[in-house]
């Protein structure tokens, strides 16, 4: 079984200012790890995926996180916050070989940027 | 390229009445999925298709929902009856259905259920 927690419900940064949201997930077998952002009453957005290629993933809107097995991490970074950033942010993960086992979703971290 | 399309985006209810919630996936996505998401928290997944069939309803409450996709391509959710605890925003997503879960998942702006 998978599941995924993120460290944080709600984090604040200043305008310019690194991001980092942090999500660790168990599983007992190798997993796929996504984050998607939602905003304000919209659908959920992918911003990237790790489907065991590079550990580092690049995303959209300047987002990258990177997979580290050992840790069981895949924080979320990007270099310099913008307004535009501001939204709920959901990690997600699920199970390699199992094409049925479904999507996990964590809590979400609420992000919001100072100006 | 259209996105997935929901409707109502907002409905309020008394407890005990009946609730349809309708899905149209983006074209050519074979997969859909209903997924809901309580105040606070992330998307549970409550059952999805793969065209016709309903692959994985595990989570879905029996008792009280119902899903159709009767052609392999939009969708109807329905509660019947309705209880205080429903009260969530209902998502639909879809996907193009040829990697399963590793796929990208496209959502829909959700409807969101008030029970009263």
């Known amino acids: 079984a998978q599941s995924v927690t993120q460290l944080g419900s709600h984090v604040s940064v200043s305008e310019g200012a690194l991001v980092l949201l942090r999500c660790n997930y168990s599983s007992s077998v190798p997993p796929y790890l996504f984050w998607y952002v939602q905003y304000p009453n919209q659908g959920l957005q992918l911003l990237l995926k790790y489907t065991s290629a590079a550990t580092l993933v690049k995303g959209i809107n300047g987002f990258e996180a990177e997979f580290k097995k050992s840790e069981t991490s895949f924080h979320l970074t990007k270099p310099s916050a913008h307004m535009s950033d501001a939204a709920e942010y959901f990690c997600a993960v699920s199970a390699s070989g199992t094409s049925y086992d479904k999507v996990i979703f964590g809590p979400g971290t609420s992000l919001s940027v100072i100006p | 390229e259209a996105g997935v399309v929901q409707s109502p985006r907002y409905k309020i209810i008394e407890k005990k009445q009946p609730v349809a919630f309708w899905c149209n996936p983006i074209s050519g996505h074979n997969t859909l999925y209903w997924y809901r998401q309580n105040l606070g928290q992330g998307p549970e997944l409550l059952i999805r298709?793969?065209?016709?069939?309903?692959?994985?309803d595990s989570q879905l409450p029996k008792d009280r929902f119902s899903a159709e996709r009767l052609k392999g391509v939009d969708s109807t959710l329905k509660i019947q009856p309705a209880e205080l605890g429903d009260s969530a925003v209902y998502l639909c997503?879809?996907?193009?259905?040829?990697?399963?879960?590793?796929?990208?998942?496209?959502f829909g702006p959700g409807t969101r259920l008030l029970v009263l």
């Open positions: 298709y793969e065209n016709e069939e309903a692959v994985d």
């Open positions: 997503a879809s996907s193009l259905g040829l990697a399963g879960y590793q796929e990208t998942q496209y």
